[in-house]
């Protein structure tokens, strides 16, 4: 099972950022989204689609249907530049599933 | 609060072996499976298996079978995974994770430090 995900997205201050994760019939899986920053381990933004854990801004939220899920970050500050990748399980497989990651630039 | 603390860098020649710790902390070690995922130089995220801690059954990533072993010892909470007969293309940050469950679907969180194991000649 792969997860397609634009390699970058660029955004300005204060605008929305949109990244996508594209699979067959992922609408039909959960979707976990994790932030990684540059030298960093990866950290855990939205949960089954589009739950926040503790500590995540509202700013974060998730979608998942179809062939495509998404993680939108609204109001995109300089401290939201990382990676982001998709995450799901594959149970043809029993395995997971990372995104390829998506590099969001802060303009 | 919950942490996982991984042990330091490692440097090793192809062919030998690489055993990597991560130790619990802040929560209850024996309700929570554990995961390893690496990630090579500038690479995306790749999952090499897990372990249930509650009895000790493993789940390797089909590229990784018969190369990792992944143990525990509840006494320290601490997980092993151990990774045989490296080679070049295994240099990577080797990241222990732990996997909160719920109704059947897991996800990771949170993460260890990373590892990073360097495989040179």
């Known amino acids: 099972y792969e997860l397609t995900q634009p390699p970058s997205v660029s955004v300005a201050p204060g605008k929305t950022a949109t990244i996508t994760c594209q699979g067959n019939?992922?609408?039909?899986?959960?979707v976990h989204w994790y932030q990684q920053k540059t030298g960093q381990a990866p950290v855990l933004v939205i949960s089954f689609d589009s739950d926040r854990p503790s500590g995540i801004p509202e700013r974060f939220s998730g979608s998942n249907s179809g062939n495509t899920a998404t993680l939108s970050i609204s109001s995109v500050e300089a401290a939201d530049e990382a990676d982001y990748y998709c995450q799901v399980w594959d149970y043809t497989s029993d395995e997971y599933v990372f995104g390829f990651g998506t590099t969001v630039t802060v303009l | 609060q919950v942490q996982l603390v991984q042990s330091g860098a490692e440097v090793k020649k192809p062919g030998a072996s690489v055993k990597v710790s991560c130790k619990a902390s802040g929560y209850d070690f024996n309700t929570f499976d554990i995961s390893w995922v690496r990630q090579a130089p500038g690479q995306g995220l790749e999952w090499m298996g897990r372990i249930s801690i509650r009895n000790g059954n493993t789940k390797d990533a089909q590229k990784f079978q018969g190369r990792v072993t992944m143990t525990t010892d509840t006494s320290t909470a601490t997980v092993y995974m151990e990774v045989r007969n490296l080679r070049s293309d295994d240099t990577a940050v080797y990241y222990c994770?732990?996997?909160?469950?719920?109704?059947?679907?897991?996800?990771?969180?949170?993460w260890g430090q990373g590892t990073l194991v360097t495989v040179s000649s």
């Open positions: 994770a732990r996997m909160v469950a719920v109704a059947g679907i897991n996800w990771f969180d949170p």
């Open positions: 019939n992922i609408g039909a899986k959960s």
